[in-house]
């Protein structure tokens, strides 16, 4: 059985209005596919939409407590990793920047050595009235979607890097 998200209380999936979990199977070393994950500034070399992504300290990745903004469907986030465990974990905690409802969400990466590779979970949750509006009411079912196109990507890119020998 495959490990989920350590959630904060706030953001458990029983509470949230909208939650999505999407995972893979890779045929490529967890190593391989942390190296691609913890990269934010270059998920856009296999995710095309996510080519927004910075981290204004200058660090070279994520790491627990890092600070970095995107911009994920034209809309400008803040983010902060809160769980950092690495080769297996990794979370972080989103706010939608100018959104006054006090909307959130929490993203969180679960990687599981596997006889033939990595299993890759993701899941988040939202909460709050910008999310409701945005992902429940005029785009119902689009969090799962992005998030399945991310997970895959991931998986091919990885599966590349590994047969190339890059791991």
Known sequence: MFSHVNWPRQYDPRGSAIYALNDVDVKAPPEVVWR?????????SYFPAENQTRIPTGEPELALGTKYSRVTLGFPMSLAVTEYEALHRISWATTVDGDETSSSAYHGWVITPTDEGCHVLSEETQQGL???DELGRKHPGALYAYHQEW??????????EAAKGKI
Not at 36 to 44: G, H
Not at 151 to 160: C, G, M, P, T, Y
Request: no cysteine; aromatic share 14%.
């Open 151 to 160: 997970v895959e990507s991931l998986a091919r890119a990885a599966e590349a």
């Open 130 to 132: 910008w999310f409701l």
């Open 36 to 44: 691609l994950l913890v990269d934010a500034e270059n998920w856009s």
